[in-house]
């Protein structure tokens, strides 16, 4: 087997979300994103279509660049002119002799081309997509006479070489945090709710079987099981199921994480997890939080998000106990039942699962995080999406104000789009800056990445936001320094 990709130091371990980021697991942008129809974009989880060339070369490659500047210089220092005025962008495709080839920004396509080069694992995959996906006899004979290199790519744009369309595309691939979580040196893999993401998983689920990479985490890798409610149960429905998506998932201490209760992740799924992570020692506290179940919300990463020890950006919405409804007006009087989207929190700790406890609301539960897990001494700060201001707040949340990515403590990314929030960051101190002039100041030692400190880089959007997920969806987190 010919392994593109391997290092014989690699280390799995993350032990919090603001930790500075050493290694991640990213997929850049494909060409199955330009083959997603307005009449399927929703079944396959987008909310729009979107123009491929632009959400590529206008957006996309400005995370690949930021992230080789921060985690792998070596790959990019004193050769950004070239790269940006390489028209074919060589440089950021898979197969290609000049792709940077980052064992720190792993593209997960050369992890998957990696393991097809072992025949067997060809096979028994090629046999697991061409189940789930209903090919013929003659299709599944192709696939398995097609080389690695090429393979890895049909298997996740869903087309031949020749463009030809033979099963559906995975576009929410780009979306790497929903394929799994590191939780210290373990992966808990994905559970997906939807069916459009069950190619991705089952990739997902190979790779880190079988990856060189991983082989020491082999046994430290956790599966969900599903529940013998959902199997017996007559018909289709899903409600006994278990589902638990990256998303859903945040590792806030090392000794801590939250699950999300949501849309996407189910109380069963969650039940397993926990069960899982108690009994592996993994943790010894889970925090689950129930948001609404709807598309707005998705994930629990869609609603807040850790910018340092003591600072979180969050949803005014799911946030804040309510206090209407004391009956000062008519309506509370008239009104049995108050409509409310705030989240409901419930802590299991091991070993006394029997007596959870239960916070009032999230910012409850998150300065606890920051007082007592991180042993913050500074007062805990809440950034609110859209600078807590209607109609703002929702329409910023849409375009993922609250769905940041730490890259080092304090130091975040997230859309240029938001502009509300954006005003909140520097009300709260933080230095706002363009991904564009980043890279620049870094290309021109007029900056260091050590120097940076409280700042917001804003990434261009137009095209990403479309898909309803920002920069922290976009990354799978492999190794934080601990804090």
């Not at 599944?140 to 298997?155: F, G, I, R």
């Not at 946030?319 to 409804?325: E, I, L, Q, T």
């Not at 703002?392 to 938001?418: F, H, M, P």
């Not at 030692?445 to 479309?466: H, K």
């Amino acid at each position: 087997m010919k392994i593109m990709l391997f290092n014989s130091d690699f280390r799995l371990q993350v032990s919090s979300e603001i930790g500075t980021l050493e290694r991640l697991l990213i997929h850049s942008p494909d060409s199955g994103l330009g083959r997603v129809v307005p009449s399927k974009a929703q079944d396959w989880l987008f909310e729009d279509i979107v123009h491929l060339d632009t959400i590529r070369k206008d957006e996309y490659d400005y995370y690949v660049k930021l992230l080789l500047y921060f985690l792998d210089p070596s790959k990019i220092k004193g050769k950004l002119k070239d790269i940006d005025g390489d028209k074919s962008r060589a440089f950021y495709k898979p197969g290609h002799a000049n792709f940077y080839k980052s064992d720190k920004v792993i593209e997960i396509q050369v992890l998957l081309q990696d393991i097809l080069g072992d025949e067997n694992i060809k096979k028994k995959l090629v046999a697991a997509v061409c189940a789930i996906e209903d090919c013929n006899y003659l299709l599944q004979q192709e696939l398995l006479e097609t080389s690695p290199e090429d393979l890895a790519k049909v298997m996740i744009s869903g087309s031949l070489n020749d463009d030809t369309m033979i099963f559906a595309p995975i576009p929410n691939l780009i979306f790497t945090r929903d394929i799994g979580i590191t939780i210290n040196n373990f992966v808990l893999l994905n559970k997906p709710a939807k069916k459009a993401r069950s190619r991705e998983a089952l990739l997902a689920k190979y790779i880190f079987f079988n990856h060189p990479l991983f082989k020491a985490y082999k046994a430290n890798i956790i599966e969900i099981p599903d529940s013998l409610q959902y199997f017996l149960r007559p018909g289709e429905e899903q409600i006994e199921k278990n589902t638990l998506e990256g998303g859903d998932v945040m590792v806030v201490s090392k000794n801590h994480v939250i699950i999300g209760h949501s849309e996407r992740t189910s109380a069963r799924g969650i039940n397993e997890a926990i069960k899982i992570l108690f009994e592996k020692n993994v943790v010894d506290k889970v925090s689950v939080v129930k948001i609404p179940h709807k598309r707005d919300f998705m994930h629990i990463d869609t609603v807040f998000t850790q910018v340092k020890r003591n600072v979180w950006v969050i949803l005014h919405a799911i946030g804040k106990a309510d206090f209407s409804g004391d009956g000062s007006e008519p309506i509370d009087h008239l009104l049995k039942e108050q409509v409310s989207e705030k989240a409901e929190i419930t802590q299991f700790v091991k070993g006394k699962i029997q007596y959870p406890k239960k916070f009032a609301c999230i910012e409850d539960l998150l300065q606890d995080i920051s007082v007592n897990d991180l042993k913050s001494t500074e007062k805990v700060e809440f950034i609110y999406s859209g600078n807590e201001k209607f109609p703002y707040d929702s329409r910023e949340q849409w375009t993922d104000s609250c769905n940041l990515l730490a890259i080092k403590e304090g130091v975040v990314l997230g859309y240029d789009r938001n502009d509300h929030t954006l005003e909140a960051f520097k009300q709260k101190g933080f230095k706002v800056i363009p991904v564009k002039k980043l890279l620049q100041k870094l290309e021109n030692n007029e900056l260091q990445v050590e120097d940076l400190t409280d700042t917001f880089i804003t990434m261009p959007s137009a095209e990403l936001s479309r898909a309803r997920g920002g920069f922290h969806c976009m990354s799978m987190p492999l190794l934080r320094a601990d804090i």
